[in-house]
């Protein structure tokens, strides 16, 4: 059964901080990885998606990187700002009778302080 | 940019009434999908929808839910006698050719079951 995990579950740091979310997963016959923000009582905001067949991808201040052999994948946020304060959540897809499903993690919650 | 729409933004509803809530996915999308968020909990998958019929359920869509696309534009999720554990922020989402293309979600609505 595949599980997502992400550490930490909370992290609060101050503006301008380089950090970095990690995402586990335990089965690793995945076909791609989706990082997601959300604020909260709202929606999904989709942010990066790295397919299986890739190693990373980067928008802006955002990289997220996957290691597929190893079930982890990283989201790294450059120089942080307040309004990246969100949770944000890793999820897989995967392979499963009649076709595939999503499985999400249970979020780190990120405060940047200004 | 395009936008999937969920109406009502938040519904309060009689524990054993019927509910149907709404969803516009893009209009270009072919695969749309409905996941739910119990408060402080994991996004679940719920259903995945293609071509006019369930591609995909989970062990939660049992036979209190059922979808339709009653329309060209439309995608509804009903739940046919709510239960109290019924209550959760409930997303659409669509893909365009699968979730392999990333998904767009809706803002969701809150369903409240008193």
């Known amino acids: 059964k595949q599980e997502v995990t992400q550490i930490p579950a909370a992290l609060s740091v101050p503006e301008g901080e380089n950090l970095v979310l990690n995402c586990s997963f335990t089965?690793?016959?995945?076909?791609?990885l989706q990082w997601f923000r959300q604020d909260p009582g709202k929606g999904l905001t989709s942010l990066l998606l790295?397919?299986?067949?890739?190693r990373e991808q980067t928008s802006g201040r955002l990289n997220a990187s996957l290691d597929k052999s190893s079930g982890r994948s990283t989201l790294y946020i450059a120089a942080s700002q307040p309004g990246d304060s969100a949770t944000y959540l890793c999820?897989?897809?995967?392979?499963?009778?009649?076709?595939?499903?999503?499985?999400f993690g249970a979020g780190t919650r990120l405060f940047v302080k200004a | 940019e395009p936008e999937v729409t969920q109406t009502p933004s938040h519904q309060v509803t009689q524990m054993g009434q019927e509910v149907i809530l709404r969803c516009v996915p893009i209009?270009?999308?072919?695969?749309f999908y409905w996941y739910r968020q119990i408060l402080g909990q994991k996004v679940e998958f719920l259903v995945s929808?293609?071509?006019?019929?369930?591609?995909?359920k989970s062990e939660i869509f049992d036979d209190q839910f059922s979808v339709e696309r009653p329309d060209g534009s439309n995608f509804t999720l009903k739940i046919r006698s709510t239960k109290l554990e019924d209550s959760a922020m409930y997303f659409c989402?669509?893909?365009?050719?699968?979730?392999?293309?990333?998904?767009?979600f809706g803002s969701g609505t809150r369903l409240t079951v008193v």
């Open positions: 989402a669509s893909t365009k050719q699968g979730a392999h293309t990333g998904y767009t």
């Open positions: 089965d690793s016959a995945i076909y791609n």
């Open positions: 790295i397919q299986s067949s890739q």
């Open positions: 999820a897989v897809e995967k392979p499963n009778t009649g076709g595939f499903k999503t499985i």
């Open positions: 209009s270009n999308h072919l695969y």
């Open positions: 929808f293609y071509n006019n019929e369930i591609s995909e």
